[in-house]
């Protein structure tokens, strides 16, 4: 099984090193020294990494055979792709890859349908769930524990909790400035019956 585990950013310094937007929970373990990576696309791999490092709170790798800016440059929006036995799990007891994950039922607690995840999708602050709906539509569920409640990869399904209107449009709008506009409208109307 293939996973994306980065995506090379830009050139970094003279030397070829190259900034890497890191997509694994686990970049120790698939982005260091050694590794062999293949790559989106393929004409430009496989890769080896030769160095890593951290700086300025950015992973940048320099690759085998990658010696100066402008080759560096040219490998810039890569994926790099680690070749993961299916069976293998992450360390964290509540971490998955995203191949566990995909096609999972989606239900609420009372096991109502939702839906079935048809694609993850990495945002810097959060992933999200594409929901396919029985009726084909789609919906983004955010990853996080307030709202997937519970991972059950026996049974297959993930359990939502989802806030109103995340789901459904039946959401409850509360907005302040209808508050003010209404008690405007009661001090205009207090005002008149005062003369």
Same mark, same amino acid.
């Given at each position: 099984?293939? =996973?994306?585990? #980065? %995506?090379?950013?830009? &050139?970094?310094?003279?030397?070829?090193?190259? $900034?890497?937007?890191?997509? $694994?929970?686990?970049?120790?373990?698939?982005?260091?020294?050694?590794?062999?990576?293949?790559?989106?696309? #393929?004409?430009?791999?496989?890769?080896?990494?030769? +160095?890593?490092?951290?700086?300025?709170?950015?992973?940048?790798?320099? *690759?085998?055979?990658? %010696? /100066? %800016?402008?080759?560096?440059?040219?490998?810039?929006? +890569?994926?790099?792709?680690?070749?993961?036995?299916?069976?293998?799990?992450?360390?964290?007891?509540?971490?998955?890859?995203?191949?566990?994950?995909?096609? =999972? /039922?989606?239900?609420? &607690?009372?096991?109502?349908?939702?839906?079935?995840?048809?694609?993850? +999708?990495?945002?810097?602050?959060?992933?999200? *769930?594409?929901?396919?709906?029985?009726?084909?539509?789609?919906?983004?569920?955010? *990853?996080?524990?307030?709202?997937? +409640?519970?991972?059950?990869?026996?049974?297959?399904? &993930?359990?939502?909790?989802?806030?109103?209107?995340?789901?459904? /449009?039946?959401?409850?709008?509360?907005?302040? %400035?209808?508050?003010?506009? #209404?008690?405007?409208?009661?001090?205009?109307? /207090?005002?008149?019956?005062?003369?």
């Amino acid at each position: 099984m293939q =996973l994306v585990v #980065a %995506r090379i950013g830009r &050139a970094h310094g003279i030397k070829g090193e190259v $900034t890497v937007e890191v997509r $694994t929970d686990e970049p120790e373990l698939r982005l260091g020294p050694g590794a062999v990576l293949t790559t989106d696309p #393929a004409s430009v791999g496989p890769l080896t990494i030769e +160095t890593g490092r951290v700086h300025s709170g950015r992973l940048l790798l320099r *690759f085998e055979g990658v %010696r /100066d %800016r402008t080759a560096a440059e040219a490998l810039r929006n +890569t994926l790099l792709i680690a070749d993961v036995d299916p069976a293998e799990l992450p360390d964290e007891p509540d971490a998955y890859y995203d191949h566990q994950l995909m096609d =999972l /039922d989606v239900v609420l &607690a009372d096991g109502t349908e939702v839906g079935r995840i048809t694609e993850i +999708t990495h945002l810097p602050s959060q992933d999200l *769930f594409i929901v396919e709906r029985p009726d084909g539509t789609e919906v983004m569920i955010p *990853f996080v524990e307030q709202i997937v +409640t519970e991972i059950d990869l026996e049974e297959q399904r &993930a359990v939502i909790d989802p806030p109103p209107g995340l789901i459904d /449009d039946r959401a409850e709008i509360a907005s302040s %400035r209808d508050d003010e506009a #209404a008690a405007g409208e009661d001090d205009a109307r /207090d005002a008149e019956d005062a003369r």
